[in-house]
């Protein structure tokens, strides 16, 4: 959608004061795209294309720059027309972007605004990182329970303006505590002179405000809901949250995932610290324990490497395939393991399927383990000119490994749901390490099958 | 939110036919937790349930049921209710269903339809999958441009009922072309004889048919909405993809991300394929190319352990490491990667970021490299018995090797996305064998230079 030709046309057209023409080109264009245009524009000619807008429309533009452009246009505003953008920016993302400007740009934005708002602000930026709380808004319409139909679209129609979304209405009695729900659809819907009390929704799906974020956008995910209320512990409504902050919380979630299966320990608070936020110790801290535990499963490989250290003298050529044959092993088994920890997350692989599971990634093993394993014979064979009885050994190995890191790589992670721990802590290379002494006592095993004369 | 202690109530108010005591407690209810009671009832008692609520709250619950419930669910109504229940679905969820019935049970359903909604269901269903068309609904409000505001909010009034939403309304010309977009909030704050050609905005976001969802649903994201027009090459609206949708194709996408982090080659079609649903052999092409490449690139270890052969010789123990110090390597590499696949695709990292981001992997690697390294030395030591050379040989490896990997594992994919390749393709597996073949040199370099003596 981004469209880099415009730029030196609307430079011209600014150059040349074109204000009106401008205007009307600006007006036809979505406030998301017109945010591309300011950015693209730079500094100077941005702020330029922005003071030609309607106020209201600003801050919608400024709502969809990227952070970055956010905190630096209002740096460069004065603290008047920053309060008065402000004033008209949803709360939530008001409250992130004072959030981010330094305490001296505060202090000299904040009295310029009502008390009310400055009190908003303050509150929403206070609540933990990662709460329900921290991303919630406050503009949204509430009812009282006696009004009409007809009073009520009367309010919302009134108060539309400044909401974040009318759709979604809540009921709340004389002490704000949350009561009822009713969607817009169904007051347009309604009679009239009916009452909100008699047509609203009792049963409400809402969160507590101090509610882990992800669990708040996956109630948002399964009920289907445009917004979710957030209340306190005595059912006070203190915001909402719209579906359009769940997918800022999936994109970290799913960010969370990966870095849990790369194999940096979970930890709910510091997953949410941005990577320039965290401190070098900090992030050590989260590296260690990890690599400390697979440092102390691979300390198993010692023992192996030196039990079977007289066959190896046997034959000297079996070491140099030693990286090799269990690399190929982490390989295969971190695959599987990836696999099927997805399966599980989307729900195709339930209880009853361990077994089936097993089975299919065996089979997968096996074939995978038949191609590969030819290749590592011939390679050995032909390439590294080995023998045909120690090009066999290798080739076996490989097929062996596939299909033993296979049988790790999906048992592990089932093992592990059975046993009520999440599945997506079990990283990459967790397996691989698995699989590294394991592999070993197989090779030389084989090897000492094939190839060795037993010592008697 | 789910509550087991309901069942037994349930049974026996079923049991003993109160069921104006019933309907009472289930309109007191969301339909997404009556979809939980019925899924906990079981077939018999949960069929029941059903029966008891009106024909669109039970189609309402039905599309709260997850799938395998759903199949299960319908098949055994009799072709007539089943047919009413359809008529009364949103219209994706409907296409989804009938998906996933067995062709006798569609052809004995279908006929008791009308025409017009065989058509849908079959148009709906024939879309390939991971495309917009596939996942969309036709279920939503078009207005012609010269309807006034208070006719076009009649006319809403009156699809409200069998609409999936009705707060994003689409203009079309009179060939379906989709010219405008007018949200509910809009037409509530206009003026009521005004027209909607004149307050339509006419910057629509769409996406086409054959788009991919992923792009579609980062479209909504991007953009906050709660739908997104679907037309086809001649700008024809087809349908429209919602908010709610998103969040599926979203837990898709996430999941495809660890799955290519483990090493297993993206397929954008193969990825949306059910785990039980790809055969065998689709599992292994997919997998093998990566292990292929892999098995490659870990023979480079082969040369290396023959070229220091003499130095291992010099010292046996050396050769009992081996497994030990590329594990670790390995370990370090794949946490460095997950980090930074995370910070680019948040966002937090950027191109200019490289040289900090390098430089701040490498001092974690440092810190992280001496803790580990001073265990390593320490077990070499104590507890393998190791003289103090060769200790510290195991140890000064860690330590470089944990610097080492850190740099390639931030390095590879910041190169990637300078080249233009999607970052999120480096696996774990990719960089512990890149770290194997190089971090041998690094144990048996060191191993040289502390402890052995030149041949000369």
Same mark, same amino acid.
């Given at each position: ?100 400007? =330094? ?141 359009? =902050? ?211």
């Amino acid at each position: 959608m981004r469209n880099p030709l415009l730029v030196p046309d609307l430079r011209e057209l600014l150059r040349d004061g074109e204000d009106v023409a401008l205007r009307e080109f600006l007006t036809d264009h979505h406030p998301a795209h017109v945010a591309e245009m300011v950015e693209d524009l730079g500094p100077n000619e941005g702020d330029s294309l922005l003071r030609l807008l309607a106020l209201r429309v600003r801050a919608e533009v400024l709502g969809y720059l990227d952070t970055d452009h956010q905190v630096r246009t209002v740096e460069r505003m004065n603290p008047t027309d920053a309060a008065a953008l402000l004033h008209l920016m949803s709360h939530d993302e008001r409250a992130d972007l004072v959030n981010r400007l =330094d305490e001296e740009r505060v202090d000299s934005i904040l009295p310029h605004l009502a008390q009310a708002e400055r009190d908003d602000i303050r509150k929403l930026a206070s609540y933990e990182p990662g709460t329900a709380g921290a991303v919630m808004t406050t503009d949204y319409v509430t009812l009282p329970p006696n009004l009409t139909v007809r009073e009520a679209l009367e309010r919302i129609r009134h108060e539309a303006l400044d909401r974040e979304t009318i759709y979604y209405c809540y009921v709340v009695d004389s002490a704000r505590r949350l009561i009822g729900f009713v969607s817009l659809k169904s007051l347009i819907l309604a009679r009239p002179m009916a009452r909100i009390e008699d047509i609203m929704q009792r049963d409400v799906i809402f969160a507590r405000v101090d509610e882990d974020q992800e669990a708040v956008a996956r109630q948002i995910g399964k009920y289907d809901l445009l917004a979710i209320p957030v209340v306190d512990a005595d059912d006070k409504l203190l915001g909402i949250i719209t579906h359009d =902050d769940v997918l800022d919380i999936l994109r970290q979630e799913q960010t969370e995932d990966i870095l849990a299966f790369s194999g940096v320990s979970r930890d709910a608070e510091a997953d949410e610290v941005p990577y320039w936020q965290s401190s070098i110790p900090a992030v050590v801290r989260r590296r260690l324990p990890w690599l400390l535990m697979l440092l102390l499963a691979e300390n198993l490989t010692y023992p192996v490497l030196e039990y079977f250290d007289w066959v190896r003298k046997q034959n000297e050529a079996l070491g140099f395939f030693i990286a090799l044959l269990i690399g190929t092993g982490g390989n295969a088994g971190s695959q599987t393991v990836g696999t099927i920890i997805r399966g599980i997350s989307l729900g195709e692989i339930v209880g009853r399927d361990s077994l089936r599971v097993l089975f299919r990634e065996c089979a997968v093993g096996l074939l995978l383990g038949l191609m590969l394993g030819t290749i590592g014979l011939m390679y050995a064979h032909l390439w590294r000119h080995q023998p045909w009885a120690l090009s066999s050994v290798v080739g076996l190995t490989i097929l062996c490994i596939c299909i033993w890191a296979n049988t790790i790589g999906a048992l592990v992670p089932l093992l592990a749901r059975r046993a009520g721990i999440d599945p997506a802590v079990i990283s990459a290379p967790f397996i691989s390490t698995l699989v590294d002494a394991t592999g070993l006592v197989i090779y030389f095993t084989i090897a000492i099958i094939i190839l060795i004369k037993l010592p008697h």
